[in-house]
C-alpha cells in the first residue's frame, strides 16, 4: 500500500508497465480470446462477519491480535490476498493450493499514472489467470486512490479528480465494456481514502465522500472494501482524532455495502502518523481505540417523571459516535425491591433523552444507559435518581349549596316560590 504522498518518485508512464508484460510472466495469454471469465458472485456483506475481519490495518507482518492485519504479500491466514499486477506463477501456485480466496490486482495504478483503459486489460488478463487456477476464487480491481497531485500539475483541481478515485473507475469500468462487450468480473470494488484536501476533523465531508464511492460501487455490480483510510494529514488534539476515529469506525460497520475497512496503519510506515502499535508493539491510544472503540459511558443520567403517570431518562454524551440502549426498573408500590422492567434503544446516534413511557401509579422508577453498536455493547452507566409516579389524585367534591325549588298551586293561584 502506497500513501498517496509517498509516490511522487514512482509516478510511471502506462507505457511501461504494458499488458503485454503479461504474456511474459502468463505463458499463453497472447492465445487468449477477449471475452470475460466465467462469473463469480458478488462478496454481499455478512452481518456474521466479526469486528476484527471487518476492521483490519495494514502491516509488514501478519498479526490476529489484538488487531489482525492485511499484508503486502500472499499468506494463508488472510482472506483477501495482496497480489502484483500480474499474476505471477507463485501467486497461481497459491490460488490452487488455496480455493476461495479473494485475490486484489495491484495498488493503486492511478497513482502510478497507468491509463485507465490499459488497467482494464491488465485486470482482464489476472482474472483469467487467477481464475483459470482456481475457479472459484474472488477477484477485485485494484484500490483507487482519493483525488491528489499524483500524474497531475500541483495547483489543477480538475485533473486530480479526472485522474482519481470515481473517475478513474468509471473510465476502468467503460473501457473494459468497450474492450470486451461485458462489464468486468468483480467480486468487490476497493477506493482509499485518507481525508486528503478535506477539511481537518470533518467526518461528515469524509463521509459524504465514501458515501458516493460505496453508491457508486454497488451500482456497478458489487460492494466496496475501503481498501486504506486514516486520517494521516490531520494533525488535530488526540481527544478530539479519537472521537473522530469512533464516529468513522460508527459509520463504517454500519453500512451494508461496505465489505471491510482497512486501517492506515498497524505500525509506523509511510506517512503514517497515528499507527496503532508502538514500536515495542504495545498499543497506541490509537490502536486501543481501534481494538475496542466502546469504552464510553454517559454521565449525569436522570429520571425525570411527569404529571400524567410517565417518565423519561435523560443523560449527556461523552461520545457521538454511538446509539444508546436505556434499561429501566421499576419498584412496585408496596415492594422493597426493585425488578427490570422494560429495555429501549435508540437507532442512531446523538440521542441524549428516550420518549416517555408511562408507569403504574405509585411505582418508583430507576434506570441506567449504555452505548451498544452492531458488533457490541458498552459498560452501563451508573444507576439514575429515583422517580415517584405519583398516585392519581383523589376525585373533589364540589361544595354544597341551597337550591331554590318552586312550588306549583292550583291553577289561578300565583306561583310561590318556596324553600
Request: aromatic share 12%; with cysteine.
Amino acid at each position: 500500500m502506497h500513501h498517496p504522498k509517498s509516490l511522487r518518485s514512482k509516478c510511471v508512464r502506462s507505457a511501461m508497465i504494458p499488458a503485454a508484460l503479461l504474456c511474459a510472466i502468463v505463458p499463453g495469454c497472447a492465445d487468449q480470446q477477449p471475452t470475460s471469465p466465467n462469473p463469480v458472485p458478488r462478496a454481499a456483506r455478512e452481518n456474521s462477519v466479526p469486528f476484527n475481519k471487518f476492521f483490519v490495518s495494514w502491516s509488514e507482518s501478519f498479526s490476529s491480535s489484538p488487531i489482525q492485519t492485511q499484508q503486502f504479500a500472499l499468506d494463508a491466514r488472510q482472506n483477501r490476498q495482496f497480489a502484483p499486477f500480474a499474476a505471477t506463477e507463485e501467486v497461481l501456485a497459491f490460488a490452487r493450493a488455496n480455493p476461495g480466496r479473494i485475490y486484489f490486482d495491484g495498488d493503486e495504478p492511478d497513482q502510478w499514472c497507468i491509463a485507465a483503459g490499459d488497467y482494464a486489460v491488465m485486470y482482464h488478463d489476472f482474472v483469467g489467470a487467477i481464475r483459470s487456477a482456481d475457479p472459484t476464487a474472488g477477484v477485485s480491481p485494484a484500490g483507487f486512490a482519493e483525488p491528489n497531485v499524483h500524474c497531475c500539475p500541483e495547483d489543477d483541481e480538475q485533473c486530480m479528480v479526472q485522474r482519481h478515485s470515481i473517475s478513474y473507475a468509471e473510465q476502468f469500468y467503460n473501457a473494459y465494456v468497450q474492450r470486451y462487450g461485458v462489464a468486468p468480473t468483480v467480486t468487490e470494488w476497493r477506493f482509499h481514502d485518507f481525508g486528503l484536501k478535506l477539511p481537518e476533523g470533518d467526518i461528515e465531508a469524509w463521509w459524504s465522500r465514501v458515501d458516493r464511492l460505496a453508491s457508486w460501487s454497488v451500482a456497478h455490480g458489487a460492494n466496496m472494501v475501503l481498501g486504506v483510510w486514516g486520517f494521516t494529514g490531520w494533525h488535530e488534539a488526540e481527544a478530539s482524532f479519537q472521537e473522530h476515529l469512533k464516529q468513522a469506525m460508527g459509520r463504517l460497520m454500519n453500512d451494508p455495502r461496505i465489505n471491510e475497512a482497512i486501517y492506515w496503519s498497524h505500525e509506523h510506515l509511510i506517512n503514517s502518523v497515528r499507527p496503532l502499535v508502538n514500536p515495542d508493539g504495545s498499543l497506541t491510544a490509537e490502536g486501543r481505540t481501534f481494538a475496542n472503540p466502546l469504552t464510553d459511558i454517559p454521565t449525569r443520567v436522570t429520571v425525570a417523571g411527569s404529571a400524567n403517570g410517565s417518565a423519561t431518562l435523560q443523560w449527556d454524551n461523552t461520545t457521538w459516535a454511538w446509539p444508546i440502549e436505556a434499561e429501566f426498573w421499576v419498584k412496585a408500590r408496596g415492594s422493597n425491591s426493585f425488578v427490570y422492567k422494560f429495555t429501549t434503544r435508540d437507532a442512531g446516534p446523538g440521542a441524549a433523552q428516550t420518549s416517555f413511557d408511562r408507569f403504574e401509579p405509585g411505582d418508583s422508577v430507576n434506570a441506567r444507559v449504555r452505548y451498544y453498536n452492531r458488533f457490541d455493547q458498552a459498560a452501563w452507566s451508573s444507576f439514575s435518581n429515583t422517580a415517584l409516579i405519583p398516585l392519581p389524585e383523589a376525585p373533589k367534591k364540589s361544595a354544597s349549596r341551597k337550591t331554590s325549588r318552586f312550588c306549583f298551586l292550583p291553577i289561578g293561584i300565583r306561583s310561590q316560590s318556596c324553600d
